[in-house]
């Protein structure tokens, strides 16, 4: 029982934590996007240096979207070996990611001039960007509570794991066979209990006797 229930936390965060790498996933290819944008756009002015940092706008969407990946792939593998190690520092991921949106969710509501609290984004994707969550803010708050759920979700399917601990028998994979090899095992060892006795050394005793008194009357 314990470890079907172990079996379906482990598919269960597994499922949870691939809704985190969709998002990031999501957030890494509208930065790609941005940025192919944002070279035909500078591409045709000559003063343009290739060397001209990214926007923040866009290394803010590319960095976060990496980093969920990475907490995905960190949540796939905590879930798969139910390593302590794995699962703290998985939590520990969500728990950052909890502190950087409650820290930009605080600011915004909080904070009256918090455009000014970020640089200013020479593309004007960060303007459009706030234009469209101000415009759908009803299907954008729905979407940004249920990311939160499913961070939240995930880090209590990981508690839950860390408790349960890893399997009994999970390093070898004959050990399901145990229990029921056990008996067989057992009464396979109760005849050598009774050849230790002294039936054991008669036959053996009577056969050395014979042999002696062949070879005395030849």
Not at 2 to 24: A, P, T, Y
Not at 77 to 97: E, G, K, P, R, V
Not at 124 to 139: A, H, L, M, R, W
């Amino acid at each position: 029982m314990g470890r079907m229930v172990r079996s379906c936390l482990q598919s269960l965060l597994k499922i949870v934590n691939s809704f985190i790498g969709m998002v990031g996933l999501a957030m890494v290819l509208y930065a790609v996007w941005l940025m192919r944008i944002w070279e035909k756009q500078t591409s045709d002015f000559p003063s343009w240096d290739s060397d001209y940092p990214l926007p923040w706008f866009m290394s803010a969407f590319l960095g976060i979207g990496f980093s969920l990946c990475v907490i995905m792939l960190t949540g796939h593998i905590a879930a798969a070996t139910i390593n302590s190690c794995c699962l703290y520092l998985y939590m520990f991921f969500i728990f950052l990611l909890f502190l950087l949106e409650a820290g930009v969710v605080a600011d915004v509501f909080l904070n009256r001039d918090w455009e000014k609290d970020f640089p200013e984004d020479p593309t004007g994707n960060f303007n459009q960007f706030k234009d469209f969550i101000e415009s759908n803010f009803e299907i954008c708050k729905w979407i940004g509570l249920s990311i939160v759920s499913i961070q939240g979700f995930s880090m209590l399917l990981a508690m839950i794991l860390k408790a349960l601990g890893p399997h009994e028998y999970y390093d070898s994979d004959d050990d399901d066979y145990d229990p029921a090899r056990a008996p067989l095992l057992k009464h396979a060892d109760h005849p050598h209990a009774y050849v230790v006795g002294d039936p054991v050394y008669g036959p053996k005793s009577d056969a050395w006797t014979i042999r002696v008194n062949d070879k005395a009357n030849r």
